[in-house]
């Protein structure tokens, strides 16, 4: 916002709500700024987008970025979301496809892999549906394990050791991106390989694949900007994310005693030693 002019206590003033992983919260934060008469909502997320819709028909929101706006019903187009509603997707079937992928490359032998999943996301029921394609055409059977904070990281992934699972996949969500150090820390403890998203690998995890979020939250700075100017959002199209990265821990490889392929290091865009 700073490189496009703005200036807090100057020119724009931000009101900020943050809900901790606590998606109970969301419906009560979007009805609070939508009291205050913001000129634009910002969020990211599925569970904040739908929120700040209900809140709100004729203040305009910005998502951050968003698994899958389409299949969130919070567009009908990208070309022409109309409405309120306009921002940056990624389209989390084709990443979680993708994921299975380098999974299934770097451990050829992988065959069971456990799903880390936030139990209170009210997205979590339609993750494993969406999985299951890709699951099926690399002949992987997924588990789902459900935890609603990180006191309960240990026992989930305890429970994927004694259901056999062979390698973890952990969703993207506030609460567990927010908690990624913990979730790696049980990762490790149990001995499991693990992918997910940048962070996950910074903390700790295996490997990364996703999408450069702080490159869409700029983007959001724009799409800010230019409704400020008077666009209408639901004339703004919806971004595709095009810059994904993928990232390997050979420090945990170390410790998990794994080999990663070749093939797989010459693909990474970061390594860390």
């Known amino acids: 916002m700073r490189e496009l002019g703005y200036e807090e206590g100057k020119n724009v003033v931000i009101e900020f709500r943050w809900a901790e992983g606590k998606y109970g919260r969301l419906p009560d934060f979007a009805a609070e700024l939508v009291r205050l008469k913001v000129d634009v909502i910002v969020t990211h997320g ?20 968003v698994g899958d706006a389409i299949a969130s019903g919070l567009v009908t187009s990208l070309a022409r979301p109309g409405g309120n509603v306009t921002g940056s997707t990624y389209f989390d ?4 496809a993708k994921r299975l992928e380098v999974l299934r490359d770097a451990l050829p032998r992988t065959r069971r892999v456990g799903v880390l999943l936030n139990a209170t996301n009210p997205v979590s029921p339609q993750i494993l549906q969406a999985m299951s394609p890709a699951a099926k055409s690399l002949k992987m059977e997924l588990q789902q394990f459900g935890v609603r904070g990180p006191e309960e990281f ?3 992934f305890s429970a994927m050791v004694a259901k056999r699972v062979d390698a973890v996949m952990i969703y993207e969500d506030a609460m567990l991106i927010g908690n990624a150090k913990a979730a790696m820390d049980a990762a490790l403890i149990t001995r499991l390989p693990s992918i997910g998203r940048l962070e996950f690998a910074e903390a700790g995890g295996l490997m990364a694949y996703g999408v450069n979020v702080l490159e869409m939250w700029r983007r959001a700075a724009i799409f800010v900007d230019k409704i400020l100017k008077g666009a209408k959002p639901g004339d703004l199209p919806v971004e595709r994310a095009t810059r994904f990265e993928l990232v390997i821990n050979m420090k945990t490889a170390k410790t998990l005693g794994l080999k990663i392929p070749n093939s797989i290091l ?8």
């Open 93 to 96: 079937r084709e990443t979680v």
């Open 46 to 65: 599925t569970p904040g987008a739908r929120a700040a819709m209900r809140a709100t028909t004729t203040i305009p929101i910005v998502v951050a970025t």
């Open 154 to 156: 240990n026992g989930a």
């Open 266 to 273: 010459v693909r990474a865009d970061r390594v860390i030693e």
